[in-house]
């Protein structure tokens, strides 16, 4: 199954996003992106790709401890960026990002020890994707990017890390997204 680590924001803190996206698609050259759903909104903390189903429950054990040695702590999304040239728009975090970053690190460590093959270590941007170049044609960002500048949400107290599993859709189903399923959920240190 097709997994990774994430956090997600709490449902006004979507609202106020997808507010500022439904802006941001009413740019001229909007079309030329694919534009994430509300659904899969998320700050992914790792990606694990394709992980044995015999390697969830170590993987499982792993994430909770890392949850476990983690405490709660603040973040809330603010501004955006680019990854490539255009190859996704995102919006970026703000806050505790120290504490983000060693959760990520964790959460990497975790699969490592499960005996998921991680690839090479690449330093963690937090970041929650709002849209993807189409294939390989790119599209110059920078206008969305700069539409960003400004956005902010509330911060808010993340408390919980979860496992999820990507669903990607059937090939040649335009506009078709992803659906996502939580497999796990741990309440970070000092939460609940």
Do not use: C, I
Request: hydrophobic share 40%; net charge positive.
């Amino acid at each position: 199954m097709r997994l990774f680590a994430a956090l997600v924001p709490p449902d006004d803190v979507v609202d106020r996003l997808a507010r500022t996206v439904a802006e941001l698609r009413r740019l001229p050259g909007a079309d030329g992106l694919r534009w994430t759903g509300r659904p899969g909104w998320h700050l992914t903390l790792a990606f694990y790709g394709e992980v044995d189903a015999d390697t969830v429950p170590e993987l499982s054990d792993r994430l909770g401890r890392a949850a476990g040695r983690t405490p709660a702590f603040s973040l809330a999304l603010r501004g955006g960026g680019q990854f490539g040239r255009g190859s996704a728009l995102w919006a970026g975090a703000d806050g505790d990002l120290r504490t983000l970053g060693l959760l990520a690190s964790r959460a990497e460590a975790a699969a490592r020890k499960a005996g998921v093959p991680m690839g090479e270590h690449r330093p963690y941007t937090a970041h929650l994707t709002v849209a993807r170049g189409r294939g390989r044609h790119t599209v110059d960002v920078r206008p969305w990017v700069r539409a960003l500048q400004d956005f902010s949400s509330r911060p808010w107290t993340v408390d919980e890390l979860l496992l999820v599993r990507s669903l990607l859709p059937g090939s040649g189903v335009p506009g078709a997204q992803p659906r996502y399923e939580t497999v796990g959920r741990w309440p970070l240190n000092g939460a609940r």
